[in-house]
């Protein structure tokens, strides 16, 4: 038989056949009309179906992409509410700086100002041993302080790139030198002090090195030459029994070879010649091969000589000098030496 049926709306007409039928009678012609129509109805009827979940599902996909486009554009318009919010805040900060009467904020010492100085005054005396201070001299050495003008005095000052203070003397030689060491006693000098001592405590009157430091102060410049000062007896005046020497730039302040013979006496304090027993024609050096016992530490006398005769710091155990050997006879004992160091011989 027929009968109308509803799927989602749709109302379709499906064929049923009788279950039951009379044993000894044919099929009536609706029987067999329904056994006919019956699997074509219901694959129709399973077409319609699939088809509109199919619909539905394009539907729901459709949706959520309009859904996402609205997202989309709901997030754009957000950024550019948060953008004009920005600008807003950025221009109502300037104005609420300008109208506030307060001054605008200073800029911070390294941009206004410089960290150094470019005239400093010496460190105070009696703040032996130095401690680095919160500016220091914007020139590296002595003689680039010098070569800044105006007239700096002659004292301790803490350079830019030094990792110590040093002694400045800016009124002999046309100035510019940088003391790199004081031997005034025998006491505590050997070849490792000879290097460095009291190096926070430069000083013309007690025992001081920073001679490890000459090598990167004499690099500050770029000539071909260098020059190095010697005084000898400086307790009694300045600028006796020594000289000034011109050496080649790649001599070292540390030397320990003995070889450094090419210098070239420029300038001389009082009256001596280079000889064997005095001041010989040849760069300090350090002897720490152990030559004549040891007793010279910093010497410019030949190695595997007799004597040491023009040296300028002596081991503590050396007894026959209270300071050391000098020159014979015009000033057998050295005093109280200085040794200085120009990177570049300027004339004033």
């Known amino acids: 038989m027929l009968f109308l049926r509803s799927v989602t709306g749709v109302v379709y007409l499906v064929a049923v056949t009788s279950a039951v039928a009379a044993p000894d009678q044919q099929p009536s012609a609706a029987n067999q009309l329904s056994q006919l129509l019956g699997p074509v109805v219901e694959g129709a009827v399973l077409r319609a179906l699939a088809a509109e979940r199919a619909a539905q599902q394009l539907c729901a996909a459709a949706a959520g992409q309009r859904a996402l486009g609205r997202l989309e554009e709901r997030l754009d318009q957000l950024g550019r509410e948060v953008a004009e919010l920005q600008g807003a805040l950025t221009a109502g900060t300037e104005r609420c700086g300008n109208n506030s009467g307060q001054p605008p904020p200073e800029e911070s010492e390294t941009e206004s100002e410089p960290a150094c100085e470019r005239q400093p005054l010496p460190l105070a005396a009696d703040s032996s041993p130095h401690q680095p201070p919160e500016r220091r001299a914007c020139a590296r050495s002595c003689l680039q302080l010098r070569g800044q003008g105006g007239s700096p005095r002659d004292g301790v000052y803490w350079f830019t790139g030094m990792p110590v203070p040093v002694l400045c003397d800016f009124s002999h030689d046309d100035g510019g030198w940088t ?10 000098w050997d070849t490792f002090s000879v290097l460095g001592r009291s190096t926070n405590s430069p000083s013309l009157t007690d025992n001081y090195s920073i001679l490890r430091h000459a090598d990167a102060i004499r690099d500050l410049a770029n000539g071909t030459r260098f020059a190095y000062r010697i005084e000898a007896q400086a307790e009694t005046g300045r600028r006796r029994w020594g000289g ?32 064997d027993k005095g001041i010989e024609q040849r760069m300090p050096w350090i002897n720490s091969r152990g030559e004549f016992h040891m007793f010279p530490v910093l010497t410019t006398t ?5 004597d040491w005769w023009g040296t300028l710091v002596s081991h503590e155990s050396y007894n026959d000098f209270e300071q050391s050997a000098w020159i014979h006879p015009e000033a057998r004992s050295s005093g109280t030496v200085l040794y200085w160091v120009k990177e570049e011989w300027l004339d004033a």
């Open 302 to 306: 030949s190695p595997g000589g007799d």
């Open 244 to 275: 000034i020497w011109f050496a080649p730039r790649r001599y070292s302040f540390i030397d320990e070879t003995a070889t450094q013979t090419d210098v070239l006496l420029a300038r001389r304090f009082d009256l001596w010649t280079p000889k």
């Open 179 to 188: 003391l790199l060491l004081t031997a005034v006693s025998q006491r505590g």
